[in-house]
């Protein structure tokens, strides 16, 4: 099957709906999947709230890849805990949604120029079945996740956002997880957030209320801050790939907007219009 009809059978396979929102949610630890906290309790909100999705793409800060994006394909992604050092009851946590294989076979053809392929082996991070057990309790919705390539500039997933935009009127809810700050080399049990992790998180804010994408993803721009935020690039490269997916017609809401642990940011978005 040629690109061109890839691409026709995913307009084919999803029914047109109303545009879909994009949504990046900063989540933190792993325990606000078994204990209710106001992050929790928020993203439960959110849930009921949102319109019900076909089918969820989530982008996770937790597969990170080089060299190529991967799309995972399996009919039943397995839950995976990656983390270590928590209550049992957390490793005895499942979130059985079934997968996407059709549409993540297309998203795959959508996705060519980014050297999209398939993979069966992943299944679902702490970074998406952690706040899908709010969004969705029931796990009822298909799931499938997208790798982050770790190898490419931060413009690269801006514009994978923009690529994967017309999933929105498909029915497809675009999910980012990870957290506009994140540096565990510097969290403090209680602690208050830090300066830079303030400053940070403010000035994501900023640019992305104004639509400045571009800024977003200027290294040069953002300086020793990004570096401070960001040890790893992982967990802001879902927050770029949400940014790139919403455009001049969106309403923005923020939620979360507090740093945890003095050094994570919780500050969470949505994008609907």
Known sequence: MSVAQKLQSLKDSLKTSDRMPVVFLGHGSPMNALEETPYSRSWAALGRALPRPQAILVVSAHWMTRGTTLVDVSKLPKTIHDFYGFPEPLYRMQYAAPGAPEIADEVIALLQSHHAEGDDT?????????????????ADVPVFQLSIDMSKDLDWHLEIGRTLAALRHRGVL??????VVHNLRTMRMGGRPLDWATEFDALFADRLAARDMGAL??????????TMAHPSIDHYLPALTIAGAADEKDDLVFMNDSIDLGSVSMRSYVFHG
């Open 122 to 138: 992943w299944g679902l991070d702490h970074g998406a079945w952690s706040v899908l057990t709010w969004l969705y309790p029931e």
């Open 174 to 179: 675009i999910l980012g997880s990870g957290n």
């Open 217 to 226: 993803a200027d290294r040069k721009g953002l300086g020793s801050l990004l």
